[in-house]
């Protein structure tokens, strides 16, 4: 995969998850017109709050700058961008600050990790400065296909896919390795980052 197709897949998965509370957003301007402003207005603030915390999210994890953060920290930032709460984000496991490049890992790891669970559940963050795991937590929990193919060097297009993709070119320019531990039985292991 080129850098071109990889910012053109990122680009197109950014569009993708602003375009839901934009298009709430829009649809309650709609209803200001028909003399619905109470609950119109409330749509509004709620989509714009969703927007605001994906697009903190997205530049904390693609816009190369950042801070060092604790676990506090990082499921703020998580479950400020995963509105509606289907997803919620566990890092009290997190014991200690980590560092910029271990963050921004662990919040793509984290988003992936969101994707895993689609009948919701629990995102689990545990580790240290060093070395982070994030498990996937709920009903029908499975790492995406496309995690597996990344981590082993496959190409993988498409913007529904471009997550794991970011996560190994990030994690291969900032010298942390990525792998998938076994699970228990059905369920999926944890996704660790180690700093080497």
Aim: glycine letters at 14%; one cysteine or more.
């Amino acid at each position: 995969m080129t850098t071109l197709t990889l910012l053109e897949d990122a680009c197109g998965r950014v569009c993708h998850d602003l375009s839901t509370p934009l298009a709430g957003m829009m649809a309650a301007l709609d209803y200001l017109g028909a003399d619905a402003a109470g609950e119109a207005a409330a749509v509004l603030r709620e989509g714009a709050a969703a927007l605001q915390a994906r697009l903190r999210l997205w530049r904390t994890v693609a816009g190369g700058g950042g801070e060092p953060m604790d676990g506090p920290m990082l499921a703020a930032l998580l479950d400020g961008a995963w509105s509606g709460g289907r997803v919620l984000a566990e890092a009290s496991g997190l014991a200690a600050v980590v560092p910029v490049a271990m963050a921004r890992a662990v919040l793509l790891g984290a988003m992936i990790a969101a994707e895993a669970l689609p009948r919701g559940g629990e995102v689990r963050i545990a580790g240290d400065a060093r070395q982070a795991a994030i498990l996937p937590d709920g009903r029908g929990a499975a790492w995406p296909a496309s995690l597996t193919a990344s981590l082993s060097g496959q190409d993988v297009g498409g913007s529904r896919h471009v997550l794991p993709t970011l996560l190994v070119a990030l994690t291969g320019a900032t010298g942390i390795r990525p792998a998938l531990a076994l699970g228990a039985g059905s369920a999926p292991g944890p996704l660790i980052l180690s700093a080497t």
